[in-house]
Nanobody, 122 residues
Framework: QVQLVESGGGLVQAGGSLRLSCAAS????????VGWFRQDPGKEREFVAA????????YYANSAKGRFTISRDNAKNTVYLQMNSLRPEDTALYYC???????????????WGQGTQVTVSS
């Protein structure tokens, strides 16, 4: 069972940056594709970005393209989400997830973290 722990969330002004981290408990994590999702209360969980096991292929939601960068360091069992030019509409609880059948669909991921809150003030 892989445990995922997110960190790096916080309060930032619009236009600012944050880097989220997703640390895994098991080295098998390095063989999984990993995704980042976000969710506002009362809304569905939304795909943000995903990365292949090697880090060679990345995928982004339209809302994240050009502003967010997903990366991974398999030596550290960690995946990152660098978020720049943040907007108030980026405010949400951000989750990382691993081992998907379908990278876009949240229900197709096997492992989930508890989330880290990102709040962007205007």
């Amino acid at each position: 069972q892989v445990q995922l722990v997110e960190s790096g969330g916080g309060l930032v002004q619009a236009g600012g940056s944050l880097r989220l981290s997703c640390a895994a408990s098991e080295h098998t994590f390095t063989s999984y594709r990993v995704g980042w999702f976000r969710q506002d209360p009362g809304k569905e969980r939304e795909f943000v970005a995903a990365i292949s096991w090697s880090g060679g292929t990345t995928y982004y939601a339209n809302s994240a393209k050009g502003r967010f960068t997903i990366s991974r360091d398999n030596a550290k069992n960690t995946v990152y989400l660098q978020m720049n030019s943040l907007r108030p509409e980026d405010t949400a609880l951000y989750y990382c997830a691993a081992d998907p059948i379908d990278i876009i669909t949240s229900t197709r991921y096997k492992y989930w973290g508890q989330g880290t809150q990102v709040t962007v003030s205007s």
